[in-house]
C-alpha cells in the first residue's frame, strides 16, 4: 500500500499508473483495429468482440489493481447476487462525478457484460481512448442544444434514429448500455436551476432508456438500478488520485421492465411515454429517499 505518501505525490504516481495501464492495453486494442474493418465475416465479427472486450476487461483489472494499492477505500456495495454474463441489461444510475464510471467498471466488471455508454461524437478525437470507445462498439452520438433543436426539430429525429441503429447492432451479443438519465453530473447550481423536485438528484430523462428498449425489444428485460454515494463529498477525479476518497456505497436494484414497455414507440404512443415517465418518476423518488438513508446511516463527513 501507497497511501503513506503524501497526497500530491500519491496523485502524481497513481495518475501515471493509470496512465501506464491504459497505454499498455490500448496497444492491442489498436494493433487488432484493423481487422474490425478487414473481415466482414460475422462469426469473425463476434470473435473479434469478443477479444476485445476480454481486452478492455483486463484493463479494468490492472485499473482496480492500482485503485488497491494506491487507496484506502471502504466499498460498501450490495445488490449483485444473481447477475449473469450473458444476459442483456440496461444499467441507470446517478451521476455525481467523473469517479462514477471508475467505480461502476469496477463494481461490474466480470459481473455483467461490458459496460457501455453513449458518447459524444467530438470525443472520438480523444488521444487513445477515442479509438479504444469505437473498436468496442461504443455507441457514438451528436448532441444538440436545446436552443439548436428548436431551430432544427429535424436533428432530434436524427439522433433518435441514430441510437435506434447503434442499439441494433447489439441484438446478437449481450451487452450492458448505461444511462445516467440525469444527463450530466449533479451539481447545486444545475438542481436550483431545474427546480429539482428531487433532493439529491437532477429531473431524469427518459428519452435514450425508451429508445434502448424499442431498439433491443427481444432481449432486454432487466433495469439495473443503480445508487452511488461519497458519503464524504462529491469527489473530483483528482481526489481519487490523490486518495481522499475513503468510502463508496453503491447499491443495486434488479428491476424487471414491464413487459409493456417492450418495443414501443416513445415518439408517436403518447401514453407509453406517460407510463414509462411515471415509472422512473417512481424509481426516482425511491433513490432520492434511499440516498438520504444511507446518508444519514453513513454519519457526518469527514474533512478532507
Known amino acids: 500500500m501507497l497511501t503513506f505518501l503524501p497526497a500530491p505525490l500519491l496523485g502524481v504516481l497513481s495518475l501515471l499508473l493509470f496512465t501506464l495501464n491504459t497505454i499498455l492495453w490500448c496497444m492491442p486494442l489498436y494493433l487488432l483495429l484493423p481487422l474490425k474493418l478487414a473481415v466482414p465475416n460475422r462469426r469473425w465479427r463476434e470473435f473479434y468482440a469478443r477479444l476485445m472486450v476480454r481486452i478492455a476487461e483486463t484493463w479494468i483489472d490492472g485499473n482496480n489493481l492500482i485503485m488497491n494499492l494506491t487507496q ?102 449481450p451487452i450492458t448500455l448505461l444511462n445516467f438519465l440525469e444527463g450530466t453530473r449533479f451539481q ?37 438500478d443503480v445508487t452511488i454515494i461519497y458519503p464524504d463529498g462529491r469527489p473530483s477525479f483528482w481526489d481519487l488520485m490523490s486518495g481522499r476518497v475513503r468510502r463508496v456505497i453503491v447499491r443495486v436494484r434488479q428491476l424487471t421492465i414491464p413487459p409493456e414497455f417492450i418495443g414501443r414507440d416513445y415518439r408517436s404512443d403518447t401514453k407509453f411515454r406517460i407510463a414509462i415517465h411515471r415509472w422512473i418518476g417512481q424509481i426516482w423518488t425511491d433513490k432520492d429517499a434511499l440516498i438520504e438513508q444511507l446518508l444519514s446511516d453513513a454519519g457526518p463527513t469527514t474533512t478532507r
Not at 431545474?194 to 437532477?202: D, I
Open 72 to 173: 484506502r477505500i471502504e466499498w460498501d456495495v450490495q445488490g449483485l447476487d444473481g447477475l449473469q454474463r450473458d444476459a442483456w441489461y440496461l444499467v441507470s444510475s446517478n451521476h455525481q462525478s467523473w469517479v462514477d464510471i471508475v467505480a461502476l467498471q469496477r463494481v461490474f466488471n466480470h459481473r455483467i457484460p461490458f459496460l457501455k455508454f453513449f458518447i459524444k461524437q467530438e470525443l472520438i478525437w480523444v488521444p487513445l481512448l477515442g479509438g479504444v470507445w469505437w473498436a468496442l462498439d461504443f455507441p457514438f452520438m451528436k448532441r444538440h442544444s436545446a436552443a439548436y433543436l428548436a431551430k432544427h426539430p429535424e436533428a432530434k429525429e436524427q439522433d433518435q434514429e441514430t441510437t435506434r441503429r447503434m442499439c441494433a447492432r447489439f441484438r446478437d451479443t
Open 188 to 224: 447545486p447550481t444545475k438542481h436550483t436551476r431545474q427546480q429539482s423536485s428531487y433532493r439529491h438528484l437532477l429531473r431524469p430523462k427518459t428519452g435514450g432508456l425508451a429508445f434502448a428498449l424499442e431498439a433491443l425489444a427481444e432481449r432486454i428485460r432487466v433495469l439495473l
